[in-house]
């Protein structure tokens, strides 16, 4: 693999640890006063997904940012990281937000499809893009469950 396409290829891993940043960040500011657990599953889903593709890059050659400390204050910030605005999510907006999270994620899955066939043809790094779109499949499936709790929420006991 050329050092061109190896460039390529990490500035696209950044980027999309960016976009994957800007999820996790997302899936964080949802306010959920009954069901958390699902929230924070798919929020750790994300966070797994970025991790993944932070591996790659080290299949591709880069150099980790996250170096063995002797010292709490010494421990490097995350590496890729979204710098945006990023809304709190109120009960009432919820539905819409976690729909467009969903959506998002397929877009990121799309992504990474992509990247795989790209790696798969070089012969590197395909066990890494296979995990990350596992984690990110599974973030979608939590918000999904989180959506049914919204709708199981609006239900009558009986």
């Not at 693999?1 to 390529?8: A, F, K």
């Not at 976009?19 to 960040?25: E, N």
């Not at 924070?40 to 993944?52: F, I, P």
């Not at 170096?67 to 999510?89: C, L, M, N, Q, R």
Request: charged fraction near 30%; proline fraction near 3%.
């Amino acid at each position: 693999m050329t050092e061109n396409i190896i460039t390529n290829l990490v500035e696209f891993i950044d980027s999309e640890r960016i976009q994957l940043d800007m999820l996790i960040q997302s899936v964080g500011s949802i306010k959920s006063e009954e069901y958390k657990d699902d929230i924070r599953l798919a929020y750790n889903e994300l966070r797994l997904a970025k991790c993944w593709l932070g591996k790659l890059k080290g299949a591709l050659g880069t150099e980790t940012p996250y170096k063995v400390v002797s010292e709490v204050k010494d421990i490097p910030k995350t590496a890729e990281v979204y710098e945006g605005d990023i809304p709190s999510i109120s009960t009432e907006d919820k539905l819409n937000a976690v729909n467009f999270l969903r959506k998002v994620i397929l877009e990121r899955i799309d992504a990474l499809f992509t990247l795989g066939n790209i790696i798969s043809y070089e012969g590197l790094g395909t066990e890494e893009v296979q995990h990350a779109i596992k984690h990110l499949h599974q973030a979608r499936f939590y918000l999904g469950f989180e959506l049914g709790n919204m709708r199981d929420s609006q239900i009558p006991d009986k």
